[in-house]
């Protein structure tokens, strides 16, 4: 990714900063951690337009994932009822026109929902394998050893691995 995809954000994005460079560079000690942790993940987390891109990235790549996720297991849970219903009362083999009714709504629900199931898998894939998950880490490791809290994060910029940062 080129330095200038990478700072491509809209104005809004800078909104999401948890704290600006200037106030990290204030840390005594953190411009070289800051700098160590950015040179492992490609990111210069020094650098407020490129590290509120990854921000901006991040929640919309998680925004999707999430949604994606949540239609698709919705639309999937009405779908497999109606086709057990179908198979187990033996509508789906009877051929008349009726139960092709009965099965074009079913059909397309589990056609819907594995659709956005596997859309929600890929963006997931594009934020594990993009690095996304790990440049937003990598900022979760300078804001810790800025000694910010965790616990005043928003909930979408908490870390997602399992692994404490602090």
């Known amino acids: 990714m080129s330095g200038a995809d990478r700072t491509a954000a809209p104005a809004e994005a800078l909104g999401l900063l948890q704290v600006t460079a200037a106030q990290l560079a204030a840390v005594p000690g953190l411009t070289e951690q800051a700098r160590t942790i950015g040179g492992g993940t490609g990111i ?3 650098s407020d337009p490129e590290v509120a891109a990854l921000l901006h990235r ?4 998680l ?3 999430n949604g994606y996720g949540a239609y698709g297991g919705l639309l999937f849970a009405p779908g497999a009822v109606g086709a057990w219903f179908l198979i187990d009362t033996g509508r789906a083999t009877s051929g008349t026109v009726l139960d092709l009714v009965l099965l074009a ?3 397309f629900l589990l056609v819907l929902s594995v659709y956005l199931l596997a859309r929600a898998l890929w963006f997931r894939h594009v934020w594990l394998r993009g690095g996304t ?3 937003v880490n990598g900022y979760l490791q300078v804001l810790s050893a800025a000694g910010l809290p965790h616990h005043g994060l928003p909930a979408w910029l908490k870390p997602a691995t399992g692994k ?3």
């Open 44 to 46: 210069d987390y020094l």
């Open 58 to 61: 991040h929640r919309r790549l």
């Open 63 to 65: 925004g999707r994932m």
């Open 105 to 107: 709504p079913v059909a």
């Open 133 to 135: 998950r790990d440049q």
């Open 164 to 166: 404490r940062w602090r």
